[in-house]
């Protein structure tokens, strides 16, 4: 089992430029999540859901939009990159009320 | 609101010098408590989950406890190898429907040889 994956695994973009990062599990898990994890700030919540075609807002939703279209994927989308969005995104995912286990991260800079 | 507090922020230890990391919580009616370690430059790695005051599980080097109000995470006889951010999550019950987690800030440790 592959676990949890994240593509890209990098990227850098420029202020206003869109792009996806798409997270896939193959645990079968019901949950999926999107964080961030930034220097004195720890893991945010940005986005999660419970179920294929459901999506809910985390803690940090702002600038953000997700999609789960098929059960082991969940994509999260940035319209306009800001570079305040710089940062390293992880992607989790979870069989409730179990422990979530997290993908190996892209690291996102926007200039 | 829910805090998670992890301390110390840093701990430097010489191998095989054993240590405690704790993490307090002001969640009333924890539903699990987490603990997760995470290596530079890759995600959190789940390590145990505590479900109620009492519990204690170990893996290796690493033993973490639970009562009311806080969690240990002991390293006995440490190796560089256990060198890594730990990072402690709680599950509180209002958070139940989306399985939410709410984290602490984390402890890097570095383990000298």
């Known amino acids: 089992n592959a676990g949890v994956t994240q593509t890209p695994k990098f990227r850098v973009l420029k202020t206003g430029q869109s792009m996806t990062l798409l997270c896939a599990q193959d645990m079968n898990h019901e949950y999926m999540y999107w964080y961030r994890q930034d220097p004195g700030m720890g893991l945010r919540l940005i986005h999660y859901s419970v179920g294929e075609g459901t999506t809910a807002k985390g803690e940090v939703p702002d600038g953000y939009n997700v999609s789960r279209l098929k059960k082991q994927n969940f994509l999260l989308g940035l319209e306009s990159a800001a570079p305040s969005q710089t940062s390293v995104y992880f992607c989790?995912?979870?069989?409730?009320?179990?422990?979530?286990?997290f993908g190996p991260g892209t690291r996102l800079t926007v200039t | 609101e829910d805090q998670v507090t992890q301390s110390p922020e840093a701990l430097r230890l010489q191998e095989g010098e054993s240590s405690s990391l704790n993490c307090s919580y002001t969640v009333s009616g924890l539903r699990g408590l987490f603990w997760y370690r995470q290596d530079p430059g890759k995600g959190p790695e789940f390590l145990f989950t505590?479900?109620?005051a009492g519990e204690e599980k170990e893996k290796e080097r690493l033993k973490a406890t639970l009562t009311k109000k806080e969690s240990f995470l002991h390293i006995t006889a440490p190796k560089p190898e256990d060198s890594a951010t730990y990072l402690c999550?709680?599950?509180?019950?209002?958070?139940?429907?989306?399985?939410?987690?709410?984290f602490g800030g984390g402890t890097r440790v570095l383990v000298k040889p």
């Open positions: 505590l479900y109620s």
């Open positions: 989790a995912s979870s069989y409730p009320p179990h422990e979530q286990y």
């Open positions: 999550a709680v599950h509180p019950p209002e958070e139940a429907a989306g399985n939410k987690l709410t």
